[in-house]
């Protein structure tokens, strides 16, 4: 193992290659200066972006695309808040209308306290998109069925959630995840409830493509720096699955020799 | 002559003298066309016809553009 690997190792979704495994959300931070500052400190090149109403009483105010230019950072709408296949499908073509992407992430989402993965609604949503030209990485339970399920409908990638949104819980499924990666041959990715550095690292460890995650860099106390540990945390990751880790044993298996031992 | 054209827009109850189109209705919020998109009784508008995109009172409009979200 050397740089050369690491320097070609790259991933590719929807005929899209990228570098960096890591996908970081924009929201919830201070102000956008944090946000592009988080972004760069990263090297993330997809981040994830939500659709929302202009404040009409103050359309002058800055916008998301002053401060990370959509002509070097993918923008991944999302349709985050949405409770509906309707809800979603909205969104989304609103989104390629304002930017004229067809790569989003679709999420359709159940109620608080959980917000988790409605999959009924997921399913009619994915379905409605991908019959109208969009590429779709889908935001879903850890359920193995609904993951072949999805990838037969056509996503482009799937995206397990490791615990609840927002809740930086890590990563709480690791069994089932790679359970789940062995029956998905499109790009599989942990979507949500990253909380550390090492929860990014052990999602790679599994084996995932990438790590999308928003949360863990915005809300701990210094942004950027946890952002640069996401980053460095996804490359161990990722190097560590590579390299293969050693079995587990029950019990001491000495590193030392056991042969020229002074008496 | 001139008709007033009452639109719901972003849910709120407004009301502009018409005739206004897509492009009109933009360019009197003062909103950059290349940054947001426009959604007009749930159908999509789509950027080329905003200038013949007529508005009617009664329609519910609209405007979105992207923010900060995970």
Known sequence: ?263 | MQTCVSLTLNGEDRSFDGPVSVDDLLRTLGLDHRKVAVERNEAIVPRSSYAETWLASGDAIEIVHFIGGG
């Open chain 1, 1 to 263: 193992m050397d740089g050369m690997i690491q320097a070609d190792d790259t991933w590719t979704v929807a005929g899209r290659r990228f570098r960096s495994r890591l996908i970081v959300g924009t929201g919830k931070y201070k102000d956008l200066e944090e946000t592009a500052a988080a972004i760069a400190a990263s090297g993330a090149e997809i981040v994830t972006v939500a659709v929302r109403r202009v404040n009409l009483s103050d359309p002058k105010a800055p916008m998301l695309q002053d401060y990370v230019d959509p002509k070097k950072i993918t923008y991944l709408p999302n349709t985050a808040g949405c409770h509906t296949a309707n809800d979603a499908v909205r969104t989304l073509r609103l989104a390629r209308e304002a930017g004229g992407w067809n790569l989003v992430k679709l999420e359709v989402l159940g109620p608080p306290p959980l917000l988790y993965p409605d999959m009924p609604g997921t399913f009619e949503a994915a379905a409605a998109l991908i019959k109208d030209g969009f590429e779709v990485m889908v935001y879903c339970a850890d359920d193995p069925l609904a993951a072949k399920r999805l990838e037969e409908l056509g996503c482009v990638a799937i995206m397990p959630l490791g615990a609840p949104i927002g809740s930086g819980l890590g990563v709480q499924n690791p069994a089932m995840l790679t359970m789940m990666m062995e029956q998905v041959k499109v790009p599989f990715l942990v979507d949500a409830g990253v909380g550390t550095a090492s929860d990014a690292a052990i999602a790679m460890e599994l084996g995932c493509d990438a790590v999308l995650l928003n949360s863990a860099i915005a809300l701990a106390k210094d942004p950027v720096t946890m952002a640069r540990a996401m980053k460095l945390a996804v490359e161990a990751g990722r190097l560590a699955y590579l390299a293969g880790r050693m079995p587990r044993r029950m019990g001491a298996d000495p590193s030392s020799p056991l042969t020229g031992l002074i008496r």
